[in-house]
């Protein structure tokens, strides 16, 4: 299935629902683009909204639709505009979402998952510094609100949720300035999140971004503290292939039986960029840009270690 198509069906969708967004809604400070195209990478390439497989998308559309009359019964409610941008962006309208989500916060300007949720999705938009915005705007003001479970919009197997608003803030904000390469700033907001009560997947996405930070700020010796109680007996249900690289940082597990590729291309880029780290911190270099490109190459752009590894190609 075509990009093309996948757009028509969700915009015909779309303005079959009479879905109109209100004027405070186109200013979300996104530069023009041409049809199709969502953004630019840090290297200069076009990155065009992402091919979706029919079963995916079938599923997405649905769930859109339902979203969209969800919003013309009560554009007002906030649960039904944060649902109405995620399920919008999983479609891969990413810049849509950010309207949607820009909406939110004219409506409900003390909410900061309308934040949270727009700050994401500038994040996968490149647009670093405008996420980091985002994330303090909901930093302060979460500031007195007691922790919450975040729904997912992609259950696991399990349909257990594993985060909370809170640790989703401070997780997207440690990794915009990861890949801005602001690893001291990295570090103090992942510390910040470790405090929280966390499910183990949640720790283990924080302490593996963590300790990439600390190592490359040179502090190895922390770096190896913070992942030493990290073992196979963790219980997660999303975040196996982070758990899988901080055994590998902890010497448990041979890397080299890791090479074998899934069907899975967001694992497939959260592993690669991994290993690649792995062998940058352990002094082969050409190696880990060898990895990193073949990453860049495959296209899966909106995957985090997608992004991680565009952002070292461009530091380089």
Known sequence: MSNKFQTVQLLTG???AGFLFTSC???ADLPPVPSGVQAYSLLGDT??????????F?????????????YRIDPEDADVLIWLGRRTAYLGEYREAVRIFTEGIYKHPADPRMYRHRGHRYLTLRMFDMALS???NAENLMKNMADRIEPDGLPNSQGIPTSTLKSNVWYHMGLA???KGDFHDAIDTYEKALELELSDDMKVALLYWHYMALKREGKDEQAGRIIAPVNEGMEVLENDVYLTLLLVFNGIFDADRLTEQTDDSLHNATLGYGLGNWHFINGREDRAYEIWQNIYDNGEWPAFGFIAAEAELARR
């Open 14 to 16: 779309l303005l079959v």
């Open 25 to 27: 809604s186109e200013n």
């Open 47 to 56: 990155l065009y909204t992402p091919r979706i497989s029919s079963e995916d």
């Open 58 to 70: 079938d599923l997405h559309n649905e769930n859109l639709l339902q979203a969209v009359l969800d």
């Open 134 to 136: 985002d994330f303090r």
């Open 177 to 179: 300035h990861y890949v």
